[in-house]
């Protein structure tokens, strides 16, 4: 069994050998990486988070996060590919029947199956109770109808965790809510692949049932009503996921605008030697850094079963802006070559906002972090 340190050397030996060698070609042609999706697979990747009883690695979200930092310092949209398909595995292993972990959770910690999350719809995202898809019990099974939209590897992937309305008058809302594991097939399939700024060879696409018919056991958990609970239970853990995908980028950026400013030349003196773009420098450095710890303090509260909805908001909400304004400094940093196409920066540049948006926008892990705020400190 390999150390923690070990899985995380080797991860940033295969994103050097392999990874960074492809990562233009494969987002510029907008093309899915499917040698890297096998590749990721041999590494374990899609068994990461998955527990070793099922053939999964079992990380610890800590180590989870310094591996997906890792890959996204290099290039961000590989790890959507395994991290949406493990928020799938993660609500099976949390929430599913024995049965339901014993049949599903070894294809998907070898890759055999993969697949990701399907919550949001075209009317509803932050507001999730709002969603219109739904499952009528028939029988021994139950029939979806709707639509969902953004739905990450929703091209590729064969296998998602839906969550629908069973009983769309419920009230509250959450209360009529349940999620499905439904396979690609009759009544199923990928409507169309969503055309994006950046986060680019993944596919982003709109997923439509029509009388998609599931058998009852594919109902996770086994009973009515849990959906919204088992949806937004594993929000910590994604928070901190996306944080270190906001720290990878972040680190990226640094890592080259430090590169070239010791190249480039500008009035007799590499440009890291101009005050102004040493400024930059430490300014990014230490985004990195403040970023990293903030991860680190909400991923050990997690891994010890600690309460951090408060530290795992403030790391995302930190981090992702973090990967924003530093891949931003970055572009300043390479002057005119930022436009060019010939350097990674401006890969890091229209990936980076994803970060702002994705496991809850900026906006909610505010208010969040204010409420938390407010209950832990009474007057
Ligand atoms: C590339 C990509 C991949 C994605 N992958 C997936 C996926 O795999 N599965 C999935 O289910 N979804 C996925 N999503 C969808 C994503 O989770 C949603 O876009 C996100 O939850 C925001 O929802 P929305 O876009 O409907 O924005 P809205 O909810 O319409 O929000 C619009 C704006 O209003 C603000 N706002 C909303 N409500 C409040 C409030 N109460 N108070 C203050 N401000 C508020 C928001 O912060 C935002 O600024 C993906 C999105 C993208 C872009």
Redesign the pocket.
């Known amino acids: 069994m390999s150390s923690d340190n070990e899985i995380i050397d080797s991860i940033e030996r295969w994103c050097e050998r392999e990874l960074r060698p492809v990562a233009k070609k494969f987002d510029h042609a907008d093309e899915y990486p499917e040698t890297i999706v096998e590749q990721m697979k041999e590494l374990g990747l899609f068994g990461a988070t998955i527990d070793p009883e099922y053939g999964g690695l079992g990380l610890s979200a800590a180590t989870y996060a310094r591996l997906v930092m890792t890959i996204a310092s290099v290039w961000m949209a590989p790890v ?1 590919i395994f991290n ?1 398909h493990l928020i799938m595995a993660a609500c099976v292993q949390r929430h599913g029947t024995s049965e339901q972990k014993r049949r599903w959770l070894p294809k998907f910690a070898s890759g055999d199956i993969r697949g ?5 719809e075209p009317n ?4 999730l109770q709002s969603i219109r898809t739904t499952a009528r019990r028939d029988g021994d099974s139950y029939l979806i109808n709707g639509t ?7 091209v590729y992937g064969s296998c998602f965790g839906v969550l629908v309305k069973t009983d769309p008058d419920a009230q509250p809302r959450h209360k009529g809510m349940s999620m499905f594991l439904c396979e690609k097939g009759a009544g199923f399939k990928a409507s169309k692949k ?1 055309r ?1 700024l950046g ?1 680019k060879s993944i596919d ?1 696409a709109e997923l439509v049932f029509e009388d998609h018919r599931v058998p009852a056991d594919q109902l996770i958990g086994g009973i009515e009503g849990r959906g919204f609970q088992q949806a937004v239970g594993g929000l910590e853990l994604g928070r901190i996921n996306v944080a270190a995908r906001g720290a990878g980028i972040a680190a990226g950026a640094l890592r080259d605008a430090l590169r070239y400013a010791q190249e480039r030349q500008t009035f007799g003196k590499p440009i890291a030697q101009h005050q102004a773009i040493q400024l930059k420098l430490a300014d990014m450095a230490t985004r990195v850094e403040a970023s990293r710890l903030l991860i680190e303090q909400a991923a050990r509260k997690y891994d010890t079963g600690e309460r951090c909805d408060l530290e795992s908001s403030m790391a995302k909400l930190f981090a992702s802006e973090a990967g924003v304004e530093n891949s931003l400094e970055a572009m300043r940093i390479f002057g005119g070559y930022s436009y060019s196409t010939d350097f990674d920066v401006e890969r890091y540049y229209r990936d980076a906002p ?1 970060m702002c ?8 892990q505010r ?1 969040i972090i204010a409420r938390q705020l407010i209950e832990r400190n009474p007057l």
Do not use: P, R, V
């Open positions: 959507g949406s990701g999350i399907g919550l949001t509803a995202g932050t507001d969902k939209t953004w739905i990450t590897n929703g969503i994006k986060y982003s994803l948006i994705g496991e809850g926008t900026n906006e909610m208010i």
